[in-house]
């Protein structure tokens, strides 16, 4: 059975880091192109960062270049978010996604969300 769990959220004053952290299982996520996404009140939910899979590439969202990184544990098949100078337009709820390649239609999964909340 595929699963995804966020963890690592909380609420951080501006300026500060946290980490978030997807554990899978049911799937190994070096196979997967996996992905972190959004979702502020109010606003449709948007790619934050995205991570290939043997070849590891990696790609960001205007907004959160050079502050956040997506990187990849094998050994925990878990997926991280390192998010450093945080802001409170960065306040959403944080979506953890997996996507099967060269599957049609492509198998996708997602998390549960972890609540991020910057702020004062």
């Known amino acids: 059975q595929v699963q995804l769990v966020e963890s690592g959220g909380g609420l951080v004053q501006p300026g500060g880091s946290l980490r978030l952290a997807c554990a899978a299982s049911?799937?190994?996520?070096?196979?997967?192109?996996m992905s972190w996404h959004r979702q502020a009140p109010g606003k449709a939910r948007e790619l934050v960062a995205v991570?290939?899979?043997?070849?590891?590439?990696?790609n960001y969202a205007d907004s959160v270049k050079d502050r956040f990184t997506i990187s990849r544990d094998n050994s925990k098949n878990t997926v991280y978010l390192q998010m450093n100078s945080l802001k409170p337009e960065d306040t959403a709820v944080y979506y953890c996604?997996?996507?099967?390649?060269?599957?049609?239609?492509?198998?996708?999964?997602w998390g549960q969300g972890t609540q991020v909340t910057v702020s004062s």
């Open positions: 996604k997996a996507v099967q390649p060269r599957t049609a239609p492509l198998r996708t999964y």
């Open positions: 049911g799937f190994t996520v070096s196979s997967y192109v």
């Open positions: 991570l290939t899979t043997a070849g590891g590439l990696t």
